[in-house]
């Protein structure tokens, strides 16, 4: 199970840090990702990384703004989230998958979360 935590409201300019904590099993040799929905429109990537944490990779849209990080020890994943825009509005979601490239589409993961609402206002 995976649980996404720490979204928000915040001012365009600001900075958010989403938690993703897995419990139940243990997620170190998964892949994981971050995934977001705004509404009205179709769930989008957004950033992964690989079980070891060695490789990342992100969307265009939020590179150079947002990092990706795990702490295997802890079974928990980050998306530190900086320069936030209007745009970046949307439910969070973070995925487990194993044995997908990192830039693998939301069908390919295996374990979703719930999400976390993060909000910029302008």
């Known amino acids: 199970q995976l649980q996404a935590s720490g979204g928000g409201l915040v001012q365009a300019g600001g900075s958010l840090r989403l938690s993703c904590a897995a419990s139940?099993?243990?997620?170190?040799?998964?892949?994981m990702g971050w995934f977001r929905q705004a509404p009205g429109k179709e769930r989008e990537f957004v950033a992964a990384i690989s079980w070891s944490g060695g490789s990342t990779y992100y969307a265009d849209s939020v590179k150079g703004r947002f990092t990706i990080s795990r702490d295997n020890a802890k079974n928990t994943v980050y998306l530190q989230m900086n320069s936030l825009k209007p745009e970046d509005t949307a439910v969070y979601y973070c995925?487990?998958?194993?044995?997908?490239?990192?830039?693998?589409?939301?069908?390919?993961?295996?374990?979703w979360g719930r999400g976390t609402l993060v909000t910029v206002s302008s």
């Open positions: 995925a487990a998958g194993i044995g997908i490239r990192l830039g693998a589409p939301p069908l390919m993961y295996d374990y």
């Open positions: 139940g099993r243990t997620f170190s040799s998964y892949a």
